[in-house]
């Protein structure tokens, strides 16, 4: 069926080109045989003839797809060679929250769909194009929009059309995003969890590998004596405690700071644009505050870091300094200087070394 829709609709196309080659070729042969006026006025109405059937099968096209485009429940706009809007369909106007009267003859950039230029300029001689656009319609609301671009080449000096639809995936993609979003947060404290914290350590490596330096700090923070806490209190205050921890962490942090719960009592910290020495001094804020705030008044010890361009590599750093804080007497900073690997040690009350 489609093999002979294919053909059918071929041969419509080469139709008039046959006509028309045929009435050039005789004329041609007329006029250099039997040179009349006869002759010279039947090739004539016959090649106006063939531009006729070909503006009316133009039309025809045209109106069939406008019909189509009109019935259509998702968004469909009709645009021009020059990508103006020739005609919008009912649910195209509600999705973007101007009237069709507004959008007829506009350029669909002026209503946030810039991004379609990309496609009109991927699609050169293929008749397709497929893919996912964000915009922001009238309302402010964002959209995902599942966009579909179909080129018609006319031919015989008639303007092209491209038939644009648009399907709102909106609330689609925003599920998938909160399933994604739920799969890297741990569900006890609201942090992000160790896979998250996995991406983006790496992520923040391959910076440093690519640029040869890191101006990215990790720090490793650990509850002090959480085993006595479960013991002594029970596994529900031990996890209290965890979410107030993960809370005071998120509220004392910046927002470009990445905080994640790495392990059963362990939290990390990935600090962006941050010098050793300022990140020490803010896990120094940091632990103060969780002991004064703190319903149990608990303590934290914690190592940093520069991230360098291997991940086992600043974790491994970051992690000796923090068992480095616990042999000295815990509730302490202590820093892991990149370059000259020494170790820079807070203690209560002290300045920072």
Known sequence: MNA???????KRKLLPFVYLLTLTGWGIYTLTHDYSWQALLLFVIGLLMVLRNYH????????????????SVTGVVILNQHQRIDFANKSFAK???????QLNGENLS???FCALNNAFAKLGAKAHWKGEIDIINRFGDRLTLDTHVTHYQMGMGMSDRYVVSFRDISRR??????????????????????????????????????YGASNTTLAILDIDHFKQINDQHGHDVGDEVLKELGSLMQEQSRETDIIARVGGEEFAIIMPETTTRNAFEAIYRLKETIHSRSTLGITISSGITLINRSVELSYRRADQALYRAKTLGRNRVCSCDEQANQFAVEMRGEAIQ
Do not use: M, P, Q
């Open 4 to 10: 002979r829709k294919f053909t059918n609709d071929t």
């Open 95 to 101: 999705l973007i929250g101007y009237t069709r009267n």
């Open 56 to 71: 009316l099968e133009s039309e025809r096209i045209d109106e069939k797809i406008a019909s189509i485009a009109a019935h």
């Open 110 to 112: 002026l209503y946030g």
């Open 173 to 210: 993609v925003r599920l998938e995003n909160k399933l994604k979003k739920l799969a890297e947060k741990d569900s006890l404290t609201g942090c992000w969890n160790r896979r998250r914290f996995d991406k983006e350590l790496a992520r923040y490596a391959n910076i440093a590998d690519r």
